[in-house]
């Protein structure tokens, strides 16, 4: 099997997930003019992700993670097809959410099997060049999106939307690997009750994994609230866009997540080469891109001036993927047998913050101007990170002056 392959494929088929997320959003602030059905869109996604977090590592531990990245890009073609004869803002909604459900399954499932494919020396690197695929998926869908709705119109976006999906399966069709481990069959036969109780089991064991892992405990929390903060920037930068010039919206959307994307490839061929730095430093790392990453966000969001913005939203892009790449990696440290579950609770971290985040930034933006919503939401995230840096360092003081201190004989 050509492995890379395997990265390419997640590349198409995020980048079917960028162009429905781009032209869906587009679509809905169009027909209502409304930040409110925009941000409950975007809510709606993530609470489908929401919803299949609370088992989509536990499927994934326990059935064939290619089948399931097979039958989520089959169902979300068949979602975003559906929505080309009915694109009213209700059913957008209901489709916005299914594509969260199907998607987090999708995801779980690819992350799980990357050590097993590419082997647990080479998870930084795979990590990187998966978020470099990614940030060009995401330019590119942007783009797409935009210049094929122009010109063709949503329709015909979301056919070829729908096509990226159709064709990712039928590429994993094709393909083979020695997926994971084999599975408790009693788990697979038992009746309901037997497999909800299985279920609450194996989330008390990722629960134990996680308490005997503090700093994996800290850097969790961090991604819940940075994820809670992202919803200030995916609903600032549209709005953003159209305060720049209202008549060019769509291109200025487009620049601005481009710059953000450039950047993000950029860390992504950057990061692989430090490795001396992450080897002995991978959690202060973490911590720190979190913090440049929303320092980046509140400055470009908080002026119109586009030479401030386009830098900047660079710079962003560069710590943002820094932040997620080292948050995979740290994830993806963990043993194979809980390595899905562990994955889950991470993508169910990220619903619920973005879900939240979903809420919050509305009511802040019907109380208060969108730069200073993004100081609200991004600042939190600075301040929790500064202070779990601070905890993280006390605990590490602490184990090395245990460490030093010689047994009593």
């Not at 979301?158 to 997926?179: C, R």
């Not at 109780?197 to 629960?207: A, C, F, T």
Request: charged share 15%; hydrophobic share 55%.
């Amino acid at each position: 099997m050509n492995r890379k392959l395997f990265l390419y494929v997640k590349a198409f088929s995020d980048f079917g997930t960028f162009m429905d997320m781009i032209v869906l959003n587009v679509v809905i602030y169009a027909a209502t003019g409304s930040p409110l059905w925009l941000a409950a869109t975007m809510a709606a996604r993530t609470i489908g992700g929401v919803v299949s977090s609370l088992f989509s590592g536990v499927v994934a531990d326990r059935f064939d993670r290619r089948k399931i990245m097979i039958y989520t890009d089959i169902l979300r073609a068949i979602v975003i097809l559906a929505l080309i004869p009915y694109p009213s803002p209700t059913l957008i909604i209901i489709g916005s959410f299914f594509i969260g459900l199907t998607s987090t399954f999708f995801g779980v499932s690819f992350s799980a099997e990357i050590p097993r494919i590419f082997g647990e020396d080479k998870v930084l690197s795979t990590n990187a060049i998966i978020a470099r695929l990614t940030s060009i998926s995401l330019v590119a869908g942007f783009i797409g999106a935009g210049v094929i709705t122009d010109f063709l119109g949503y329709k015909m976006t979301l056919m070829i939307d729908a096509s990226t999906y159709l064709i990712s399966a039928l590429v994993l069709v094709k393909m083979k690997w020695e997926t994971s481990g084999p599975r408790t069959s009693s788990a697979l036969t038992s009746g309901m009750k037997e497999k909800a109780l299985s279920v609450i089991n194996d989330l008390k064991e990722v629960y134990k994994y996680i308490r005997l892992a503090p700093m994996l405990l800290m850097v969790n929390i961090v991604f819940l609230i940075g994820a809670f903060a992202g919803s200030s920037h995916n609903l600032g930068i549209p709005l953003l866009a159209e305060s720049i010039d209202a008549d060019r919206q769509g291109f200025y959307y487009g620049m601005i997540w481009g710059s953000w994307g450039i950047g993000s490839v950029l860390a992504t061929m950057i990061l692989p080469k430090l490795r001396w730095l992450l080897d002995q430093k991978l959690y202060w790392v973490c911590f720190g891109s979190a913090i440049l990453m929303s320092t980046g966000f509140i400055i470009f969001l908080s002026t119109t001036m586009v030479w401030i913005i386009f830098p900047f939203a660079f710079f962003t892009g560069i710590f943002d993927a820094c932040f997620t790449t080292l948050h995979a990696t740290i994830l993806q440290k963990t043993e194979n047998h809980i390595r899905g579950r562990i994955f889950g609770v991470g993508m169910l971290l990220k619903s619920l913050g973005f879900a939240l985040g979903f809420i919050i930034a509305p009511i802040l933006l019907e109380l208060m101007t969108m730069p200073n919503m993004v100081w609200i939401l991004h600042g939190t995230l600075i301040l929790t990170t500064a202070i779990i840096t601070f905890i993280a360092l006390n605990y590490h003081s602490k184990k090395r002056l245990l460490q030093a201190i010689p047994e009593k004989i």
